[in-house]
């Protein structure tokens, strides 16, 4: 390699402040999805730190200078493959919680929103290493932007299965649930398989545990309303008994 290619590598992989170039032509997207797939293959098998851009240009059957094309940086593309596992997230969660099926009950929701992303976590170790990367980086977007677009789907959630709910409460209970949930499965994720079960076992009662008092408050004030309603016929129904001669 000569003394200015080793210079070019040298400045692309410490300039970490450029983006990624968006591609635009349908080859160039499927370029930059097969340069990500190689980086989530390679990441998985030996890291971040140790993963370089050689090694993910050869795993895409790309050159070099074909990587540099769309990704100025190794950190470009850890930057991408994190925005890719944030929208998975989203979509999974998404699916987990449809507010068409908010009235299910609550063993169901966390078996449904618990199992999904345990599976993709599973699924994905490149994930953790990824997401470790990001949040010691110069950039929590990762972690913000998903966190606030998984907030914001259970928030809508619990506005059709807990109208009631105020908003100020909804908001605390939205984020309570999805920072806990996120972080033991975390947790979970980084432990042996055999003792990943118990674990998120114990998440899903935990998280019923601390749903069921909020749900059962809410009936007491629809039940007062019905009383009333019921109430109301009982004092027609002796208006008219008292105009019969």
């Not at 050159?63 to 094309?69: E, F, N, T």
């Not at 930057?79 to 009235?103: D, G, M, Q």
């Not at 972690?143 to 100020?168: H, T, Y």
């Amino acid at each position: 390699m000569t003394q200015r290619s080793k210079q070019t590598q040298k400045n692309a992989v410490t300039d970490d402040t450029r983006p990624a170039r968006q591609p635009l032509q349908d080859r160039g997207l499927k370029r930059v999805e097969s340069i990500l797939d190689a980086a989530e293959t390679v990441i998985a098998e030996v890291g971040v730190e140790a993963a370089s851009t050689n090694a993910i240009a050869e795993r895409a059957g790309s050159s070099v200078g074909s990587l540099y094309h769309f990704f100025p940086s190794k950190e470009a593309i850890v930057e991408a493959l994190a925005r890719r596992f944030a929208e998975r997230k989203r979509e999974i969660n998404a699916r987990a919680i449809p507010v068409e099926r908010a009235h299910m009950p609550l063993e169901e929701v966390f078996e449904r929103v618990v199992e999904s992303h345990a599976r993709f976590l599973d699924e994905t170790p490149a994930f953790i290493p990824v997401y470790d990367a990001v949040m010691r980086g110069r950039s929590g977007f990762m972690n913000s932007d998903m966190f606030e677009a998984i907030v914001g789907q259970v928030r809508a959630f619990l506005a059709v299965r807990v109208p009631q709910l105020s908003a100020q409460a909804r908001e605390t209970s939205a984020v309570a649930s999805v920072s806990t949930i996120h972080g033991v499965l975390l947790t979970a994720m980084r432990l042996p398989r055999e003792q990943r079960a118990p674990l998120l076992s114990e998440l899903k009662r935990m998280m019923v545990a601390y749903f069921e008092p909020i749900e059962a408050a809410t009936p007491a004030k629809s039940s007062s309303r019905g009383s009333g309603q019921r109430g109301a016929p009982r004092v027609r129904r002796q208006k008219r008994s008292t105009r019969t001669p």
